[in-house]
C-alpha cells in the first residue's frame, strides 16, 4: 500500500515477497508521482509484521537497490519480544527472527529513523495523521502462536479519508 502525500513524498505499508519486479514496481509509482525535481522520498515506512510476504520486498530488494534512488526516512513497527512469542512456521521453526533482519537493514540506510510504535501514537507525517489502534503491546504478558495478531492496526486519514490498515490482524 503506497499513500502519496500533499507534500510530494510517500507512506509505504510492507511491501510483499522478495521479488524484484515488485520493487521496481513500487520505486516507478513513487518516481512517477514525485514532483519535478524533488528527489523521491518515503517520508515512513510501516512494517505491520515480519512475515515474508509483508517484508521480503523492503528488506531484500527495495531497501538494498534503491535506497541511493530513494530517500527512506523512517521505518516505522513493533516486533514482540521473544518472551511472548510462542508461534512457530510450517517448519517448526520459532517465528519472529525476520524482525532483526529489518532493522539491520534500516541502520545501513543513511538517515532512516527506527521507530517503535505502540498503541495510542498519533504521527503527523506530511498531511497525514496515523493513529496506532493495536500493537503487539496488548499481547503482554500472555505468549501468542499465532504471528498474524503481531500485525500493526493504524488508521490513516489522508485527504478527508480514513483508511484502516490491518496488515493480517483480521486473520
Not at 64 to 90: C, G
Not at 113 to 132: L, P, S, T
Request: net charge neutral.
Amino acid at each position: 500500500m503506497v499513500f502519496r502525500l500533499g507534500d510530494g513524498t510517500f507512506m509505504v505499508v510492507d511491501g510483499g515477497f522478495n521479488r524484484e519486479q515488485d520493487a521496481y514496481a513500487v520505486l516507478k509509482f513513487i518516481r512517477e508521482n514525485t514532483p519535478k525535481g524533488m528527489k523521491p522520498t518515503i517520508s515512513a515506512w510501516f512494517m505491520t509484521h515480519a512475515h515474508p510476504d509483508h517484508h521480503n520486498m523492503f528488506a531484500k530488494q527495495f531497501a538494498v537497490n534503491y535506497q541511493h534512488i530513494v530517500d527512506i526516512k523512517a521505518l516505522i513497527f513493533n516486533p514482540p519480544s521473544n518472551a511472548i512469542n510462542n508461534s512457530k512456521n510450517d517448519d517448526g521453526k520459532k517465528e519472529g527472527g525476520e524482525y532483526q533482519k529489518i532493522i539491520n537493514v534500516a541502520k545501513a540506510i543513511d538517515g532512516c529513523e527506527i521507530i517503535r510504535a505502540h498503541v495510542g501514537d498519533r504521527y503527523y507525517i506530511g498531511d497525514a495523521v496515523v493513529d496506532m489502534l493495536y500493537t503487539v503491546d496488548h499481547q503482554y504478558p500472555t505468549v501468542f502462536t499465532y504471528y498474524n495478531t503481531c500485525s500493526m492496526i493504524f488508521s490513516v486519514k489522508l485527504g478527508g479519508q480514513r483508511v484502516m490498515v490491518t496488515g493480517d490482524g483480521a486473520n
